[in-house]
């Protein structure tokens, strides 16, 4: 009998244990997420920006979604302005060179980049948080002839080899 009292108080003391570690781990988890976008600061159309905000979007997909740790993260609204502010540079840069009349290649190279980066971050449901969305959409039709893909005859035929699958 008192061998399974001891046992138990070993139990409760174990388990008592884990709950403050994963309370810890919790807890740090916010911390670290709240840091990495307080890091962000002033965003660009910059390989370092779209490093940093990947780098807080990847923290928030490492946290268990059952924790619900984002809902504990105060400046989660800044992430989601440092997205659309990413974006609307990239839109901003399209635009000046479309304005200008660069050349063609490069205001394609532009419209890609920027189109990328709008799918990155956000669906065709949230086209109302890009307030410059509409010049990437009129540019993307006065282009619409370059865009589109080559025909699929265009491309050589693959032979596809059958395999012989031996069933019993």
Not at 63 to 79: A, Y
Request: glycine letters at 2%; charged letters at 25%.
């Amino acid at each position: 009998m008192k061998r399974k009292i001891m046992l138990l108080i070993a139990l409760v003391l174990a388990a008592g244990l884990l709950g403050i570690l994963a309370i810890a781990s919790a807890n740090h988890g916010v911390k670290s997420i709240t840091e990495a976008i307080d890091a962000i600061g002033e965003v660009s159309y910059s390989d370092e920006s779209r490093a940093l905000i990947d780098r807080v979007d990847a923290a928030i997909a490492e946290t268990d979604p059952n924790l619900r740790l984002t809902e504990r993260v105060e400046n989660l609204d800044l992430l989601r302005a440092a997205k659309v502010r990413y974006v609307e540079r990239a839109i901003t840069r399209l635009y000046r060179a479309f304005r200008d009349h660069e050349p063609d290649e490069t205001i394609l190279a532009y419209l890609a980049d920027a189109r990328e980066a709008y799918s990155h971050y956000f669906t065709a449901e949230d086209t109302g948080f890009i307030h410059n969305y509409q010049d990437l959409a009129d540019i993307e039709a006065v282009y619409a002839d370059a865009l589109t893909p080559a025909s699929p005859a265009a491309y050589p035929e693959i032979p596809v080899e059958r395999e012989q699958i031996d069933l019993c």
